[in-house]
């Protein structure tokens, strides 16, 4: 165990902060933004959503190259890991961005009047409910990405609470759509990285299913 975990650190864990940071440190710098919540926003949400994209591209893409894959991958448990760090790290930054002090505004109309529910149902609503949603379930495949989970829980039932990180990458690109289009006016290459991202996730994604049932 020592061994592995040694391993993992220095092959997986090492190069993943590395290359985390060299995603979100230039992120941070270029950004005009006049305030630092603004800046660590914007630097952790691009590179938590490549993370979370890379933990649906390693399995698929190991199927592709060795024809099958093992219930638990560390190196995709291992990416998994970031990305839920920098993930919920971003969601709880993201808070404190637009209303400063009155972060349950995100989620709900300050007043009522004219509106059948509380909950926000405009665009700036679905965004911030998208994402609230995307950041519970990650939550959850972060405390669950670990050996004892795996022991507790047995494969089958290990891998179901895994593969709701299907709803979690939905979630989380539905989120930044709705964020670069309608709340937010991002530059063009941002919406072109993420829309690639997002597709090219969803063909090695198909291409193992066609691989698998095939």
Sequence with gaps: MASRLSRRILQ???PLGLVTAAM???LYVTRSYPDVLSRLSFASAYPALLLLAATLFVGPWTLLRQGQVPVSLDLRRD?????GMTG?????VGQCVHLRGRPWLYYIYEKWDGHALPLRH???GFANHTGLAAALILGMLLATSNDASLRHWGM???KKLQRW???CFGLTALHCFLYQLGVESQDTVFVASAILCVALTTAIQLAGWRRRVG
Excluded: K, Q, R, S
């Excluded at 919920?88 to 709880?92: P, R």
């Design 12 to 14: 997986h864990h090492l």
């Design 24 to 26: 979100a440190v230039p």
């Design 79 to 83: 990416i998994g890991i970031w990305a």
């Design 88 to 92: 919920l790290f971003h969601a709880v």
């Design 122 to 124: 405009d665009v700036f």
């Design 156 to 158: 089958p039932g290990w």
């Design 165 to 167: 990180n299907y709803a």
